[in-house]
């Protein structure tokens, strides 16, 4: 408590020298805006970029998809159990965890998990998995899942739009700025308790079943709807020079 409370200090005194805050995304914002270290007037918002041209739609396989580092902010552990529970009764289905690795003891909690609900044969971990494999994983997917803890952002959920993917996704995020009206989407609305999201995670993948063939045109749906933002990372480069060029320009009056 001791250093949090003197961390929460530090943070304040550093905010009041800032000039200009740039967040990726009004979420982000948000909470420096509700931890009052930033004025909003003193605030700037520019989406990231994301390089979605070359994403592309097959014919799906029976498998879900869930692209994220290997973290504990991305909830691969509330996936599996949801999982878990799903394939009794689905049993042909399988589930494939792409990313990078970015913690080891959580990683191997994963495989703990993976072996204790004995899915060795249905839940698969593929670690640095090339970017055309990659491509080839989100195209022949059967649907994409995204559910990070308030994820800044996101260029995953992007992606899967692009390839013409169902998606299954969580709010509050970044990302919901730009997506809440896509087609195909299932919004999961952030729960407190664990085992409440396992719940909602779980109700999602059956009701994407039950509604398979529907809901992978509408999918397809999503292609068109992503292409109308311009999500160049030219476009972001773009924006972020202008913003600093008028920041520079006002210190100099």
């Known amino acids: 408590k001791v250093a949090l409370h003197t961390y929460n ?127 080839e994983f989100y195209a022949k997917s059967l649907t994409c899942i995204h559910i990070p803890y308030m994820e800044d952002f996101g260029i995953v959920p992007l992606e899967s739009l692009a390839a013409g993917k169902y998606l299954i996704n969580v709010y509050p995020s970044g990302n919901y700025e730009l997506l809440k009206n896509a087609p195909g989407i299932y919004w999961i609305k952030e729960r407190f308790y664990e085992e409440s999201m396992i719940s909602e995670v779980h109700n999602s993948l059956e009701y994407f079943i039950k509604n398979k063939d529907e809901l992978i045109e509408k999918g397809k749906e999503n292609i068109e709807f992503v292409k109308k933002y311009n ?10 020079d202008n913003k600093l060029k008028d920041v520079w320009q006002n210190y100099n009056l």
């Not at 390089?51 to 552990?77: C, G, H, W």
């Not at 080891?104 to 640095?128: G, H, P, R, S």
Request: proline share 3%; net charge positive.
């Open 9 to 135: 200090l530090l943070e304040k005194r550093a905010w009041k020298n800032v000039d200009l805050g740039i967040f990726n995304s009004e979420l982000s914002r948000k909470r420096a805006l509700d931890k009052n270290l930033i004025d909003i007037n003193k605030t700037s918002i520019i989406y990231p970029g994301a390089d979605i041209s070359n994403m592309y739609n097959d014919e799906p396989e029976d498998y879900f998809l869930y692209v994220a580092r290997i973290s504990t902010a991305k909830r691969q552990n509330l996936l599996i159990k949801a999982f878990a529970k799903f394939v009794k009764k689905y049993p042909k289905y399988k589930l494939y965890l792409v990313g990078g690795l970015e913690n080891k003891a959580y990683y191997l909690e994963l495989l703990k998990l993976i072996k204790e609900y004995n899915l060795k044969d249905t839940v698969k971990i593929m670690l640095d998995v090339p970017d055309k494999r990659l491509k």
């Open 231 to 240: 999500l160049s990372w030219e476009r972001f480069t773009k924006e972020l």
